[in-house]
């Protein structure tokens, strides 16, 4: 056989080879130079999905935190102008504990489930739960009035024992807070990431 025909019947396989290889390599470069953008557009809402989190939380954490609410509660009846009871101060207290806001945790817990991780998701998931906890510890859902019980000293056992469920629950809740954001996906941390928004916002 010629010889420059058995070689270009050698080369041919190898040339074939290359070039689909070549395109293979080519279609993997345009596939991550698309995906590039995508992957930084859907980081970005992670981190701003996790910065609303956060926030809604720790201003559900400010609203209902009991000392702060004793303090309203204390100006509220002093401003009456009327005598007042410990058991009435307990009660507001529980009260003004009991109108924090829970709504916007749970929303932006919905769109920390939709970025996801499903890790982070459910670390979302249990600081809801503590949330909603504190709003139950602080429910005194008819415990007060002279119908129910005429022993003031069983009303105030009760609302103080309403009181420290109130301060147990607020102490979980933070707890819960503070594991959400010590939460590593990418392997940085879901804290890190929120600050990355808020400081570029």
């Known amino acids: 056989m010629d010889p420059a025909v058995t070689a270009s019947l050698i080369s ?10 070549a395109f293979a ?16 557009v859907r980081r970005q ?7 609303a989190f956060h926030a809604a939380a720790q201003a559900f ?26 058991v009435d101060w307990l009660i507001l207290s529980l009260d003004l504990v009991h109108e924090a806001p829970l709504t916007p945790v749970l929303q932006t817990k ?16 249990t600081v809801v739960e503590a949330a909603a906890g504190v709003l139950s510890a602080a429910r005194h859902g008819g415990f007060y ?8 000293m069983a009303i ?7 009181r420290d469920g109130c301060r147990t629950a607020h102490a979980e809740l933070n707890t819960k807070i503070s ?22 916002g």
Request: proline letters at 6%.
């Open 61 to 86: 954490v400010d609203a209902s935190e009991w000392y702060y609410n004793s303090g309203r509660a204390t100006e509220r009846l002093e401003s009456t102008g009327q005598h007042f009871t410990i």
């Open 179 to 200: 594991s959400f954001l010590r939460i590593r996906p990418r392997g940085t941390s879901v804290q890190r990431l929120a600050l990355r928004t808020i400081m570029v």
């Open 12 to 21: 041919a396989p190898v040339t074939v080879v290359a070039a689909v290889a």
């Open 145 to 152: 009035g002279p119908s129910l019980d005429p022993d003031p």
């Open 45 to 51: 809402h992670q981190r701003d999905a996790y910065a």
């Open 110 to 125: 919905s769109v920390v489930e939709l970025e996801g991780p499903d890790e982070v998701a459910e670390a979302a998931a």
């Open 25 to 40: 390599a080519g279609r993997a470069q345009a596939r991550g130079a698309h995906r590039g953008p995508v992957d930084a």
């Open 156 to 162: 105030r056992d009760a609302a103080e024992d309403r």
